[in-house]
C-alpha cells in the first residue's frame, strides 16, 4: 500500500533561517503529492501540492520539488518567520482510487524562535 | 472565507457509550472525509462519501462506526459503543467534486473514551 515517512520533530530554528523537512513516499500508481500545515489549535490547511513528476510546488515562500526518481517531496523554505511554527505534514493521494483519500506522514513540528 | 466547522471540539465519554461527532462542511462541496489522530501518530484516513454513500472505508471503519448525512448542511460520525482505543482527534474534511485536489479540514474534535 502507500506510505509517507517523514523527518521527525521538532525542529528547532531561529527566526530567518533556512528549513528543510524531508518526506519520501510510497506508491504504487502515480501519486499526487501534498503539503500540510498545521497552526496550533486550527485543522490542517493544505500549503502546496504537485501533481506529477518534475512539478514544484509553492506558496507563502515554501516550495517543494516532486522528485520521481528519489520518491521524494522535500519542503524548504529559505527565511522562516515565527509565524512558520506549526506542525507539517506530507501527504499524498492516489486520485485512480475512488475515495481520494489522503495518506499522510507523522508530521513535524516546527518551532521558530525570534 | 468558507470553512468546515466540527463540533463539540472536546468530548468525553465512558467506553461503550454511543457518540456522534458533527460536521458542517462547506456549503457547496460534495465530497466528505473523516480522519482520526491518535495521539502521537499518523492522521489516518476513515471514510469518504458522495452522493449519499460510502466511496471507500479503511480497516479501521468497521461496524461500529457509521457515517450519515442527516441534511442538506451536517456530516455525523457515529461510533455505536466507544472503545478505549477510540480515543483520538477526529477530522473532518470535505471538497468540492470527487476529483478536486484540496480538501478543506475543520478544526478537529478531540474524542476521550475513559
Known amino acids: 500500500g502507500n506510505s509517507v515517512t517523514q523527518m521527525e520533530g521538532p525542529v528547532t530554528l531561529s527566526e530567518e533561517a533556512f528549513l528543510t523537512i524531508n518526506c519520501t513516499y510510497t506508491?504504487?500508481?502515480?501519486?499526487?503529492l501534498f503539503w500540510y500545515v498545521q497552526y496550533p489549535g486550527e485543522g490542517l490547511q493544505l500549503l502546496l501540492k504537485?501533481?506529477?513528476?518534475?512539478d514544484k510546488g509553492s506558496n507563502k515562500g515554501f516550495e517543494a520539488t516532486y522528485r520521481k526518481e528519489t520518491t521524494s517531496f522535500h519542503l524548504e523554505k529559505g527565511s522562516v518567520q515565527v509565524s512558520d511554527s506549526a506542525v507539517y505534514f506530507c501527504?499524498?493521494?492516489?486520485?485512480?482510487?475512488?475515495?481520494?483519500?489522503?495518506?499522510f506522514g507523522g508530521g513535524t513540528r516546527v518551532l521558530v524562535k525570534p | 472565507e468558507p470553512e468546515v466547522t466540527q463540533t463539540p471540539s472536546h468530548q468525553v465519554t465512558q467506553m461503550g457509550q454511543e457518540v456522534i461527532l458533527r460536521c458542517v462542511p462547506i456549503?457547496?462541496?460534495?465530497?466528505f472525509y473523516w480522519y482520526r489522530q491518535i495521539l502521537g501518530q499518523k492522521v489516518e484516513f476513515l471514510v469518504s462519501?458522495?452522493?449519499?454513500?460510502?466511496?471507500?472505508k479503511s480497516e479501521i471503519f468497521d461496524d461500529q462506526f457509521s457515517v450519515e448525512r442527516p441534511d442538506g448542511s451536517n456530516f455525523t460520525l457515529k461510533i455505536r459503543s466507544t472503545k478505549l482505543e477510540d480515543s483520538a482527534m477526529y477530522f473532518c474534511?470535505?471538497?468540492?467534486?470527487?476529483?478536486?485536489?484540496?480538501?478543506?479540514f475543520g478544526p478537529g474534535t478531540r474524542l476521550t473514551v475513559t
Open positions: 474534511a470535505s471538497s468540492e467534486t470527487p476529483s478536486a485536489y484540496e480538501q478543506y
Open positions: 506508491a504504487t500508481g502515480y501519486p499526487s
Open positions: 504537485a501533481t506529477k513528476a518534475d
Open positions: 501527504a499524498l493521494s492516489d486520485r485512480r482510487a475512488a475515495g481520494n483519500k489522503l495518506t
Open positions: 456549503s457547496n462541496h460534495l465530497y
Open positions: 462519501f458522495y452522493n449519499n454513500e460510502i466511496s471507500e
